[in-house]
């Protein structure tokens, strides 16, 4: 089993940027990712890494907005959100777990963290 904690949540006007962390521990895994769920929405994949080669993949709704990395010292991964718009307020989870950017194709989550964007 992996653990991951999330941080670094908040609330931002539209145009501002956050940083999302998340800190694994635990077993080894392939691919760290970020999620999102919005009121009344289905949960939504944004970003994610492979740790191996550090390969990264994105949502269409945040290219050239959002960035994905990793500290592999650290075991930790980072979300930078620059541009943010109202549309992007959500609970953003973190995800360890194989290859892909279906939720079932993570196996540990972590608690989430709130993302405000105001208007």
């Known amino acids: 089993q992996v653990q991951v904690v999330e941080s670094g949540g908040g609330l931002v006007q539209a145009g501002g940027s956050l940083r999302l962390s998340c800190a694994a521990s635990g077993r080894a895994f392939s691919t760290m990712g970020w999620f999102r769920r919005a009121p009344g929405k289905k949960l939504e994949f944004v970003a994610a890494?492979?740790?191996?080669?550090?390969?990264?993949y994105y949502a269409d709704s945040v290219q050239g907005r959002f960035t994905i990395s990793r500290d592999s010292a650290k075991i930790t991964v980072y979300l930078q959100m620059n541009s943010l718009k109202p549309e992007d307020t959500a609970v953003y989870c973190c995800?360890?777990?194989?290859?892909?950017?279906?939720?079932?194709?993570?196996?540990?989550w972590g608690q989430g963290t709130q993302v405000t964007v105001s208007s």
């Open positions: 890494i492979s740790w191996s080669d550090g390969n990264t």
């Open positions: 995800a360890a777990g194989g290859a892909g950017i279906s939720p079932s194709d993570y196996g540990s």
